[in-house]
């Protein structure tokens, strides 16, 4: 960073004169490039700087261990936030009104003692304007401290840190009216984990969930219940992807296998401490474009951290709870203050939320998905919302998450259907998807069919029709039907015995005219007979079979299009 001349370098001689006379001290010097040797040296008295420091109030002493803290710079936006505007007058009225007498905020007091000083510098997103300390005053005031003065400042800087902990909670408690229809908090992730991961092992695309499927993805594989992208992958990853569907499967045996409860703390604990699970990159209705980065962890426990702070048992204004984040902790996920690097539009439009304007936009949308989506989802907090709206209006920290129960039993009809309750141990549900297929689901239960085509792909990945027998009987409310079973049996000894098809039929007025084109040329597109006048046409071979008929001169009528093909007749 610039040292104290070359901070000042840019500022007249009466700006030179204000400084000294802040500090106490002559300045001799008429020429511009003395005067700033003059006043560097000057300034730059441990002893004077120490003095200096300890006649600040404690909101220009706050603002300056900020600065110090932050290893002597923050962005200019972030710092003017927190600590107040510079006005920026002429020399004239500098020196006819002297601000520098009555300043109008922190960052005045600190500016006119030369304590602060702005300029751009380049980043790694561009080049940023910056709040500074010069460079040679630094170290004098960051480390400069004694006595009585020195452990003041420690606990100054100690209460920064710790702020937020020992704070007051943000926000308010929630009014009656925003807080009048309550979401109870449950953990139907669970289920929507168990249809995941079963339509991944069948190779099934996976049906719309509750909790929508590219979020349950996110949260599978922070607990590395499922594999990774392949993008990159080798060879091995691949070939399991290709095996599996991407399901790690011992991983995912003990998790379902799990009880709800502890099932459960498995994907919150991997979701708490996750590098990868990316909050504001999930944020319904925005794109996140562009190679700059964001750290969700670090954000992720900031906010979990303020969420700790807010009394056990209580309702609380999701409303206020944001903005009381935007006015204390604004740069809450932004530690640089940059608010213009960061490639972020809405889905519906090409216009950039860049700026700080559009804080509600993105990171108070963010803090209201964090609480309405992943805290919800997760059990960890209940929700509610004022009567019929549908808009989040108030939240309460659930310290004792609720499960289910897992002790439900399923339903088997004579024609193959199994209607599965939501309470059915979730390993149950899993193995048997796999032998089903998969019918619209109701909110409580899970309903599929058991098919010829679905018990091959079954036995196609080594299945069983004597585990799906065992399953059943294990799991089921009442004796499964008889004919079912039978049917299960029959088809595991002999496999499909029966075939309903919708084939093309030919049905001609008499036999003779059955027999005249089966020996000519259309005779190879004739399949099976059924009778002395009726015969299948073979699959594809409709349009061939018409036009032989249309040659021999026999009139034909397609019923199947309503079409009459005409030709010359011999008889």
Same mark, same amino acid.
């Given at each position: 960073?610039?040292?104290?001349?070359?901070?000042?370098?840019?500022?007249?001689?009466?700006?030179?004169?204000?400084?000294?006379?802040?500090?106490?001290?002559?300045?001799?010097?008429?020429?511009?490039?003395?005067?700033?040797?003059?006043?560097?040296?000057?300034?730059?008295?441990?002893?004077?700087?120490?003095?200096?420091?300890?006649? &600040?109030?404690?909101?220009?002493?706050?603002?300056?261990?900020?600065?110090?803290?932050?290893?002597?710079?923050? $962005?200019?936006?972030?710092?003017?936030?927190?600590?107040?505007?510079?006005?920026?007058?002429?020399?004239?009225?500098?020196?006819?009104?002297?601000?520098?007498?009555?300043?109008?905020?922190?960052?005045?007091?600190?500016?006119?003692?030369?304590?602060?000083?702005?300029?751009?510098?380049?980043?790694?997103?561009?080049?940023?304007?910056?709040?500074?300390?010069?460079?040679?005053?630094?170290?004098?005031?960051?480390?400069?401290?004694?006595?009585?003065?020195?452990?003041?400042?420690?606990?100054?800087?100690?209460?920064?840190?710790?702020?937020?902990?020992?704070?007051?909670?943000?926000?308010?408690?929630?009014? &009656?009216?925003?807080?009048?229809?309550? &979401?109870?908090?449950?953990?139907?992730?669970?289920?929507?984990?168990?249809?995941?991961?079963?339509?991944?092992?069948?190779?099934?695309?996976?049906?719309?969930?509750?909790?929508?499927?590219?979020?349950?993805?996110?949260?599978?594989?922070?607990?590395?219940?499922?594999?990774?992208?392949?993008?990159?992958?080798?060879?091995?990853?691949?070939?399991?992807?290709?095996?599996?569907?991407?399901?790690?499967?011992?991983?995912?045996?003990?998790?379902?296998?799990?009880?709800?409860?502890?099932?459960?703390?498995?994907?919150?604990?991997?979701?708490?401490?996750?590098?990868?699970?990316? %909050?504001?990159?999930?944020?319904?209705?925005?794109?996140?474009?562009? %190679?700059?980065?964001?750290?969700?962890?670090?954000?992720?426990?900031?906010?979990?951290?303020?969420?700790?702070?807010?009394?056990?048992?209580?309702?609380?204004?999701?409303?206020?709870?944001?903005?009381?984040?935007?006015?204390?902790?604004?740069?809450?996920?932004? $530690?640089?203050?940059?608010?213009?690097?960061?490639?972020?539009?809405?889905?519906?439009?090409?216009?950039?939320?860049?700026?700080?304007?559009?804080?509600?936009?993105?990171?108070?949308?963010?803090?209201?998905?964090?609480?309405?989506?992943?805290?919800?989802?997760?059990?960890?907090?209940?929700?509610?919302?004022?009567?019929?709206?549908?808009?989040?209006?108030?939240?309460?920290?659930?310290?004792?998450?609720?499960?289910?129960?897992?002790?439900?039993?399923?339903?088997?009809?004579?024609?193959?259907?199994?209607?599965?309750?939501?309470?059915?141990?979730?390993?149950?549900?899993?193995?048997?998807?796999?032998?089903?297929?998969?019918?619209?689901?109701?909110?409580?239960?899970?309903?599929?069919?058991?098919?010829?085509?679905?018990?091959?792909?079954?036995?196609?990945?080594?299945? =069983?029709?004597?585990?799906?027998?065992?399953?059943?009987?294990?799991?089921?409310?009442?004796?499964?039907?008889?004919?079912?079973?039978?049917?299960?049996?029959?088809?595991?000894?002999?496999?499909?015995?029966?075939?309903?098809?919708?084939?093309?039929?030919?049905?001609?007025?008499?036999?003779?005219?059955?027999?005249? &084109?089966?020996?000519?040329?259309?005779?190879?597109?004739?399949?099976?007979?059924?009778?002395?006048?009726?015969?299948?046409?073979? =699959?594809?071979?409709?349009? =061939?079979?018409?036009?032989?008929?249309?040659?021999?001169?026999?009139?034909?009528?397609?019923?199947?299009?309503?079409?009459?093909?005409?030709?010359?007749?011999?008889?």
């Amino acid at each position: 960073m610039p040292d104290l001349i070359q901070s000042l370098q840019s500022r007249d001689l009466g700006h030179l004169r204000i400084v000294t006379s802040l500090w106490g001290v002559e300045l001799a010097s008429i020429e511009m490039d003395a005067a700033l040797t003059e006043l560097a040296a000057a300034l730059l008295d441990p002893a004077l700087v120490r003095e200096i420091v300890d006649a &600040l109030s404690a909101e220009a002493l706050s603002a300056l261990n900020v600065l110090a803290e932050g290893g002597g710079r923050i $962005p200019w936006a972030t710092f003017v936030r927190r600590f107040g505007e510079i006005r920026e007058i002429g020399s004239g009225r500098r020196d006819r009104e002297q601000p520098y007498l009555h300043p109008i905020s922190v960052a005045e007091t600190l500016f006119y003692r030369a304590l602060l000083a702005r300029a751009f510098f380049d980043t790694p997103s561009g080049v940023q304007e910056f709040a500074y300390i010069p460079d040679d005053l630094l170290p004098l005031i960051h480390h400069g401290e004694h006595g009585e003065n020195r452990e003041e400042k420690q606990k100054i800087s100690m209460a920064s840190v710790l702020s937020i902990v020992s704070a007051p909670p943000l926000g308010r408690l929630a009014s &009656l009216k925003e807080r009048a229809r309550i &979401l109870p908090a449950d953990d139907r992730i669970l289920d929507d984990a168990c249809t995941l991961l079963a339509a991944l092992r069948i190779g099934l695309m996976p049906p719309e969930t509750p909790i929508p499927v590219h979020v349950v993805t996110e949260f599978l594989s922070t607990a590395k219940l499922i594999l990774p992208s392949l993008h990159g992958g080798g060879a091995r990853t691949r070939t399991e992807q290709n095996r599996s569907g991407g399901v790690q499967l011992e991983p995912v045996r003990v998790f379902l296998e799990a009880s709800r409860k502890d099932a459960l703390e498995m994907l919150v604990s991997a979701w708490q401490t996750s590098k990868s699970f990316n %909050e504001l990159h999930l944020l319904p209705g925005l794109l996140c474009e562009g %190679e700059w980065t964001n750290q969700p962890l670090v954000t992720r426990e900031f906010l979990l951290v303020l969420l700790d702070a807010i009394p056990e048992n209580q309702w609380w204004s999701l409303p206020a709870f944001v903005h009381a984040i935007k006015e204390k902790y604004p740069d809450y996920q932004r $530690p640089a203050g940059d608010y213009d690097s960061w490639f972020i539009r809405r889905a519906d439009s090409e216009t950039y939320l860049s700026g700080f304007d559009h804080w509600d936009d993105v990171d108070g949308a963010l803090i209201r998905y964090f609480i309405t989506g992943p805290l919800f989802w997760l059990g960890m907090v209940e929700l509610a919302t004022p009567g019929d709206s549908e808009i989040i209006t108030a939240f309460r920290v659930n310290e004792k998450r609720v499960t289910s129960n897992d002790n439900g039993k399923l339903m088997v009809s004579s024609n193959g259907r199994i209607a599965v309750p939501r309470s059915v141990p979730r390993v149950t549900r899993y193995l048997i998807s796999r032998f089903c297929e998969w019918e619209e689901a109701k909110p409580d239960e899970y309903r599929y069919r058991v098919s010829t085509r679905s018990l091959e792909k079954a036995q196609e990945q080594g299945l =069983k029709v004597s585990q799906l027998l065992s399953l059943l009987a294990k799991n089921a409310a009442a004796e499964i039907p008889p004919a079912f079973i039978k049917a299960l049996k029959r088809w595991e000894l002999n496999g499909t015995e029966a075939r309903v098809e919708n084939p093309v039929v030919l049905r001609v007025s008499r036999p003779d005219v059955l027999e005249e &084109l089966r020996k000519s040329k259309a005779g190879r597109f004739l399949g099976e007979i059924l009778g002395p006048t009726t015969v299948i046409v073979k =699959k594809g071979a409709q349009s =061939k079979v018409l036009a032989a008929l249309a040659e021999l001169g026999l009139l034909a009528e397609d019923t199947t299009k309503g079409d009459i093909i005409t030709g010359e007749t011999n008889l």
